[in-house]
């Protein structure tokens, strides 16, 4: 079967199938997991956030790095065993400190387009997936903090993104259930927030129905590009099998490394984990407590979205560790206790921590569009981000794998042999 391989049925894979099959091109989704969005789209924050474009690069970040290093609780940890990734990666990473400016307003440029495009395909495909459009409030503790916040939202604005600045008046009466100490802050009415797992897999049957094939619970052993097309052999639930497709689009997170270097390419991307708990809210005075306005706290670097009635998803931390899916209880228990203490009436009883694994590259810019050879595309990369890029960089990935076959010929000639 002829078709476009598109490896990892996270968000951003299944974004790339439906743009893909939206142009014509049959495709083939490979995920080692039995369901779509089972990994690192399974429970973030929930928030899609032209707002938290900033990217990391900062040397007030390298800063607060080194002074939370030896805090099991800080908002960043990273692991002192000895790793060449993980160390070369951390150069790389310093090495982009002087783009991080450009890259920031890049990526809110980038945000902004994809924002919109989400909310035209949750319309024209009829995914409920607990939306809410009343943007995303950032609140901050001091002055200093304020600050850089009127800073990047310089070069937010650059990329298109409208913030709003609030004192703490405005903050309180924006969201009057948050508690705590704070002189201000910014809102950006044009974000959203919703469940990425709902959405997903709501696409991946929108996916299904556009006749998109998917090979679930495979685990690819092996892709390598030969005269026939890519070659592809995975481990599924028949065992062994062996196919040959037109293309491959590489949607695999943190398993796009290797990937990329059996295609001849090298894609940078170091697992960063990131965690969460989805606080249920079994009674009344939990859901009227529970903020109705999605926040970020950037002194924490916490997050939190309302997910319908009755759930409230809060995450936060970033965690250098390797290929590590441990939920540790000395990263969850921050999380709880800040709940507990913005929000003292929410009962945190009923809390489900999850740890999931976020694709970052150095320079906090995903990779989108082709390798180096003929066939071979990548969306990969996205970081904490996935979410809020994955709508566009499908877009731009797919019109990349279009471009390199220009003309209806290519599309006709997938279909036959499909």
């Not at 079994?282 to 529970?290: F, G, K, L, Q, Y």
């Not at 306005?293 to 997910?307: F, Q």
């Not at 390199?404 to 036959?416: A, F, H, I, T, Y």
Request: glycine share 8%; with cysteine.
């Amino acid at each position: 079967m002829q078709s476009i391989a598109v490896i990892g049925a996270g968000i951003t894979g299944i974004t790339t199938a439906y743009e893909l099959a939206s142009r014509g091109f049959p495709v083939t989704v490979y995920d080692r997991q039995r369901y779509p969005a089972m990994e690192t789209s399974f429970a973030n924050g929930g928030q899609l956030s032209a707002s938290n474009a900033e990217v990391w690069n900062h040397p007030s970040t390298i800063i607060k790095g080194l002074s939370w290093m030896l805090k099991p609780d800080a908002p960043l940890s990273l692991s002192l065993s000895p790793s060449w990734h993980k160390y070369s990666w951390l150069a790389e990473f310093l090495a982009h400190i002087p783009r991080y400016r450009s890259n920031t307003t890049a990526t809110a440029r980038l945000a902004v387009a994809a924002r919109q495009r989400m909310r035209d395909i949750a319309s024209a495909e009829g995914i409920a997936f607990d939306r809410d459009d009343r943007g995303i409030l950032h609140f901050y503790a001091n002055q200093r903090q304020m600050d850089h916040a009127r800073r990047v939202s310089d070069l937010l604005a650059k990329g298109g993104v409208e913030r709003m600045e609030l004192d703490a008046d405005a903050v309180r009466r924006l969201e009057p259930r948050l508690k705590g100490d704070f002189i201000g802050g910014f809102h950006t009415p044009g974000d959203a927030t919703g469940d990425i797992h709902l959405f997903t897999v709501g696409l991946a049957e929108a996916c299904r129905r556009m006749g998109v094939d998917f090979a679930m619970q495979h685990e690819i052993l092996s892709c390598r590009h030969d005269a026939q097309g890519i070659a592809i052999r995975a481990q599924g639930p028949q065992g062994v099998a062996d196919s040959t497709h037109a293309a491959i689009v590489i949607c695999a997170g943190i398993g796009s490394r290797d990937l990329a270097r059996a295609l001849g390419d090298r894609i940078n991307v170091y697992p960063v984990k990131g965690y969460s708990i989805t606080v249920n809210l079994p009674d009344e005075v939990s859901r009227n407590a529970a903020p109705q306005l999605s926040l970020l706290d950037d002194a924490a670097k916490i997050v939190t979205s309302r997910l319908g009635r009755d759930r409230f998803r809060v995450a936060g931390t970033a965690e250098f560790a390797g290929e590590n899916r441990d939920i540790r209880a000395c990263r969850i228990r921050p999380i709880v206790e800040w709940v507990n203490r913005h929000f003292p009436q929410v009962s945190t009883r009923q809390c489900v921590p999850w740890a999931g694994l976020r694709p970052m590259t150095p320079s906090m810019m995903p990779r989108v569009g082709p390798g180096r050879r003929e066939g071979v595309f990548y969306n990969t990369g996205h970081g904490h981000l996935g979410w809020t890029l994955s709508a566009a960089t499908a877009e731009l990935v797919a019109q990349s794998v279009a471009a390199q076959w220009k003309g209806p010929s290519m599309v006709s000639v997938l279909r036959k042999a499909a």
